[in-house]
């Protein structure tokens, strides 16, 4: 019952949020305004956690030759879910499958002292994956993915600090976006699979990270056959109304590439040394982290994510310009209002249509004259008329503050 109720594919179209179309390609989907705002407001969210841990952002083109994937070894391991090589001159240049090998070469394009580790690299980068159209549909399999990335190059000392770090941002994020995670898993490799071959590397990392998760307190489990083709994995498990698993979120630990890139610090001796690779995702793919909001939300998302933030309803023709004022004012405050006026139907029609939006915010005669607001909860709830400033001021606090609850009358008394 709740798998097709909040099916995301059902719901993304119904609310205007995504759509595909056959001219543009399956597993090819475009963002409406509303699902723009959703992606946007979670993006900034990201970028603005990333900032405070210490991350900084950078960009990188989504081509590069095939060289550079022969490189990081994701051509001889990878290549199935890679898209065909583009013959450019003499050169062939690829659609790149991850983001590793650019922020690789970006570490190595300067030389850096162990002061400067952790160097933490982020991007939300545009990535490519030739998904078979078979298993294309909505959000959670597609060709053109946007991952929220990151790179830490770090001593082996500070790896598990980091590793403990970015599970740490993982968790408040969950706590943000109102979601639970399904499990952790501890992802190793298995039989039949195509790993770099490499087994002293293996075991340092998988026991790092089996440090890590001990010392964290999280229950996991371990899964063979998981890994990464370059090194093992933490993998944060969310799983759909029908109990389906994927992975969000993830931090590996990867002496391969920086092996494969030749990079080095100058250490404290002076020498050149070789740093680690911390790989971490914190919502996955923008795409997928979407998905799951819609179907965990059933499209009534926290009011800092939602696509409209305040519905306001005037009662009759005469003060639809005050609710077009209180918009001015929500729009300056960064905040996203819509009037819904009366030729959209009866106050209980309008209401009933703005169900999803956290705050319905109603305006008769006596709100407009006293400059005030009749205020609906999402979940039901009625404030008593209020100063629409002193209203406006405290939801725009509830959304800096990424809160998950709508409304905290004891704090704003
Ligand atoms: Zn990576």
């Known amino acids: 019952m709740r798998d097709t109720a909040h099916d995301h594919r059902k719901l993304g179209r119904e609310l205007g949020l995504f759509d595909t179309d056959p001219l543009i390609g399956s597993g090819l989907p475009y963002w409406l305004p509303d699902g723009a705002a959703v992606r946007h407001a979670l993006e900034e969210y990201i970028r603005e956690a990333e900032r405070k841990a210490g991350y900084r952002h950078v960009y990188s083109p989504v081509l590069g030759k095939r060289e550079l994937y022969e490189i990081s070894g994701h051509w001889s391991h990878y290549s199935d879910d890679m898209f065909p090589p583009m013959d450019l001159g003499a050169e062939q240049v690829v659609l790149r499958p991850s983001l590793c090998p650019h922020h690789a070469v970006i570490y190595r394009s300067r030389s850096h002292s162990y002061r400067e580790l952790p160097l933490r690299m982020a991007e939300l980068g545009g990535m490519y994956r030739s998904e078979l159209s078979g298993v294309l549909g909505g959000l959670t399999r597609v060709r053109a993915i946007q991952l929220n990335d990151a790179h830490i190059f770090c001593t082996l000392d500070q790896v598990a600090d980091e590793a403990a770090a970015a599970l740490e941002m993982i968790r408040r994020a969950y706590e943000a976006l109102g979601i639970t995670p399904a499990r952790y898993r501890l992802s190793l490799p298995g039989p039949g699979g195509k790993y770099v071959a490499a087994p002293g590397m293996w075991e340092r990392s998988a026991a790092l990270l089996t440090d890590v998760l001990d010392r964290s307190g999280l229950p996991y489990e371990a899964a063979e056959g998981e890994a990464a083709f370059y090194g093992p994995k933490i993998d944060v498990q969310v799983a759909d109304g029908a109990g389906r698993e994927s992975t969000?979120?993830?931090?590996?630990?990867?002496?391969?590439?920086?092996?494969?890139?030749?990079?080095?610090?100058?250490?404290?001796?002076?020498?050149?040394?070789?740093?680690?690779?911390?790989?971490?995702?914190?919502?996955?793919?923008?795409?997928?982290?979407?998905?799951?909001?819609?179907?965990?939300?059933?499209?009534?998302?926290?009011?800092?994510?939602?696509?409209?933030?305040?519905?306001?309803?005037?009662?009759?023709?005469?003060?639809?310009?005050?609710?077009?004022?209180?918009?001015?004012?929500?729009?300056?405050?960064?905040?996203?209002?819509?009037?819904?006026?009366?030729?959209?139907?009866?106050?209980?029609?309008?209401?009933?249509?703005?169900?999803?939006?956290?705050?319905?915010?109603?305006?008769?005669?006596?709100?407009?004259?006293?400059?005030?607001?009749?205020?609906?909860?999402?979940?039901?709830?009625?404030?008593?008329?209020?100063?629409?400033?002193?209203?406006?001021?405290?939801?725009?606090?509830?959304?800096?503050?990424h809160r998950t609850d709508l409304w905290d009358e004891e704090a704003r008394q």
């Open 248 to 401: 969000l979120s993830t931090v590996q630990i990867d002496f391969h590439q920086p092996e494969r890139f030749d990079l080095h610090y100058i250490g404290a001796d002076g020498a050149k040394h070789r740093p680690v690779m911390v790989h971490r995702s914190v919502i996955g793919s923008v795409e997928r982290a979407v998905a799951h909001l819609i179907e965990r939300h059933g499209g009534a998302f926290p009011a800092w994510l939602a696509p409209t933030q305040l519905a306001l309803l005037p009662v009759s023709e005469a003060q639809v310009p005050d609710a077009e004022a209180v918009a001015r004012r929500c729009a300056e405050l960064g905040l996203r209002a819509e009037v819904a006026g009366p030729e959209r139907g009866t106050l209980g029609a309008r209401v009933r249509e703005a169900r999803l939006v956290p705050y319905q915010a109603v305006i008769g005669a006596k709100e407009a004259a006293d400059g005030h607001l009749a205020v609906r909860l999402r979940d039901g709830r009625r404030l008593a008329p209020r100063p629409a400033d002193g209203f406006l001021a405290a939801v725009g606090a509830l959304v800096a503050a």
